[in-house]
């Protein structure tokens, strides 16, 4: 949610800056703005929509040379997506720019104040009040890095801030509450980013900041801070990924990348877990196993694809280790005072890790003592940071804003936590549990044969551009795979798309079909008796209402062939597993259905990848 970058070093700060908007543009893309710091002054260029209008702005302008800039590609909070809200923002005299992530929640009483003391703000938006606050500090004696700690101090909520000057032509000063911001570290040159994807070309050293934390960059030296100017450290790791991996390597889309990702992405996720003696280890697992016995309860919170991951984790989590375990939106958790206490585990699921909606469930979930851990793809992250114990997925950078290797790799991550748990608490057998993460390493392998026999499922969308409702039901862990289909077909085709329990379907919702309608349907592997038979039965009810049924199952379910108008037939797979295999041809249906409807697969209207607002 609003992607942030600050250079300052010897490269044309303007190119550097740009560069690394481009990378972060999956973080919002409502207009985009730099801010530049040149011999004259401020050079600023700002523009509502993509990045691509202010590549045109630019274009027709002449830039003056400078190397120490920042720039701002928005997801709006505050104020329409127009140019006049656009990042960065002045202060009242123009003598700093600021940019920001997060939202000031008491902009209006400061906006008040700074009017009566006659301020005259331009925008609709928060940003504005720290931009003229900022610029106050600066304007009383206080230098760029005193001023933004002084800001800081006097500010609520959410925000990542990063300013320039004229009067400090060297530096770039930021600062971090509750919103992404990382460091990167250079040769004779320094960067801040709300995401190290912005400085991945230019280095893979970086530094993970604090909460509350101050950091000012220059070419050589990165000093930070409290809000109080107390000298803090950040936390340095390096970043493991390869440049190529956040680039679209010849593929339209990043998502068309990231579903061929998957098998690698799951691969990966599982690498180096099981011991040669068939332990499972987990190395990153930081609670004793005295804490894992005494559990009584798991809850799971997440947002959006991951909380669908969390809802198939959930089968695998009770009949592994009979623990209770609830899921639940990150969003509704705290506020229904959920009963938990020293032994409970809530396992908090981000790929971005910096959710905003889980990161404060997670806050209240270790108030009341519960230990937490964080299943993320993003090392460095607040969610991890914040957490007893992380579990990281080893997906690689997912780029697109529709998730899709981080879905499945959270369930492995599930899954590994499940058995690990199970080991623990010997619910399970090591024999048993060799088994199962046998079974996890041959998904890379069945999901290679899913994306090989795709092309039938994409003619379908081709074919079905113009529907206006599209159903899907699953059963069991088929369920939260019917809603994912769902998801991921609003959100790119932007069409009407519901996921159900086959089972509710008679309970009011098959009402919603008629003559032609889609219906996509999971079936539970062929060996599932009579889970295998219901969901017969609710295929033919929909198919006498008129339904298009397009049927996933195992191949050689011959039971299914005599009710699918179309079939999709996936490798046999162990039920627990059927979501790893089941899920891609969702994804691919709703990439291709958003690309016959000539949307950007990249960036769905109204939609950001890191959602870092409440
Ligand atoms: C949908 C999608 C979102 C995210 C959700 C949580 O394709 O990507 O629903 O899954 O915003 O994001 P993270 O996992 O970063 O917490």
Request: proline residues 5%.
């Amino acid at each position: 949610m609003c992607g942030i970058v600050g250079y300052v070093g010897g490269q044309a700060s303007l190119e550097v800056v740009i560069d690394g908007l481009r990378r972060l543009e999956y973080r919002g893309y409502d207009s985009a703005g730099v801010a530049l710091v040149t011999n004259d002054g401020l050079f600023t260029e700002k523009r509502a929509g993509k990045l691509s209008n202010l590549d045109v702005a630019l274009a027709d302008v002449e830039t003056p040379p400078s190397t120490t800039g920042i720039g701002h590609t928005r997801w709006a909070t505050h104020g329409a997506p127009t140019d006049r809200n656009a990042h960065p923002h002045l202060g009242r005299q123009g003598r700093v720019a600021l940019v920001h992530n997060g939202i000031i929640e008491n902009f209006a009483a400061l906006r008040s104040k700074l009017e009566a003391a006659g301020h005259e703000l331009e925008s609709d938006t928060d940003t504005e009040v720290a931009a003229h606050l900022l610029e106050a500090e600066v304007a009383a004696g206080a230098d760029l890095t005193e001023a933004m700690q002084g800001v800081c101090r006097q500010l609520e909520g959410a925000f990542t801030l990063v300013a320039v000057s004229p009067d400090a032509p060297d530096r770039v000063v930021a600062a971090r509450r509750n919103s992404p911001l990382v460091v990167g570290l250079g040769e004779g040159e320094n960067f801040v980013a709300s995401d190290v994807a912005a400085f991945i070309e230019h280095t893979r050293e970086a530094l993970e900041l604090g909460q509350d934390q101050v950091v000012t960059i220059t070419r050589d030296e990165v000093e930070v801070t409290d809000f109080r100017g107390n000298p803090a450290e950040g936390k340095p790791f390096h970043i493991d990924w390869d440049i190529a991996a956040a680039e679209k390597g010849g593929y339209d889309y990043f998502m068309l990348k990231e579903i061929d990702e998957q098998p690698r992405a799951i691969a990966d996720t599982l690498l180096g877990r099981l011991s040669e003696t068939g332990q499972l280890q987990l190395d990153e697992m930081r609670l004793s196993d005295d804490d894992l016995r005494a559990i009584d309860k798991i809850i799971i919170i997440a947002c959006g694809t991951a909380f669908h991951a969390g809802l198939v984790a959930k089968y695998a989590i009770e009949h592994w280790t009979r623990i209770p375990c609830e899921v639940e939106l990150s969003s509704e958790f705290r506020y229904r005072d959920p009963i938990i206490d020293r032994d409970t585990m809530v396992i908090a699921i981000s790929q971005s890790g910096e959710t905003m909606d889980t990161l404060m469930a997670l806050r209240h979930a270790r108030g009341q003592r519960a230990k937490v851990l964080a299943i993320s793809n993003s090392n460095g992250s607040t969610i991890p940071r914040e957490s007893d114990a992380v579990l990281y997925t080893r997906a690689g950078p997912e780029i697109a804003v529709a998730s899709t290797k981080a879905f499945l790799t959270q369930i492995v991550a599930c899954y590994l936590i499940a058995l690990y748990l199970a080991q623990v608490r010997g619910t399970k057998y090591g024999d048993e549990i060799a088994e199962i993460v046998g079974q996890l390493e041959e998904i890379p392998a069945a999901v290679t044969e899913v994306l090989a026999s795709l092309e039938p499922v994409r003619e379908l969308a081709r074919e079905m551009g113009a529907a206006r409702l599209v159903l899907f039901l699953g059963r069991h862990v088929g369920y939260p795979v019917a809603l994912e289909g769902a998801l991921k077909l609003k959100e790119l085709a932007y069409i009407h798309a519901e996921g159900f329990a086959a089972g509710e379907l008679k309970h009011g919702p098959i009402a919603l079909v008629e003559q032609g309608t889609p219906v996509f349907v999971v079936v539970p592997p062929k060996g599932r008796g009579p889970l295998h038979d219901k969901m017969i039965s609710s295929i033919q009810e929909v198919r006498a209402r008129g339904a298009r049924t397009i049927v996933l199952a195992d191949q050689g379910d011959d039971r299914v062939l005599p009710y699918a108008d179309q079939l999709v037939a996936l490798p046999t797979v162990p039920t627990l597993m059927q979501p790893l295999v089941a899920t891609v041809p969702l994804q691919v249906f709703a990439c291709e259905m958003a690309m016959v409807k000539g949307h950007d697969v990249d960036q769905p209207r109204n939609l950001a990848k890191s959602v870092t607002v409440e």
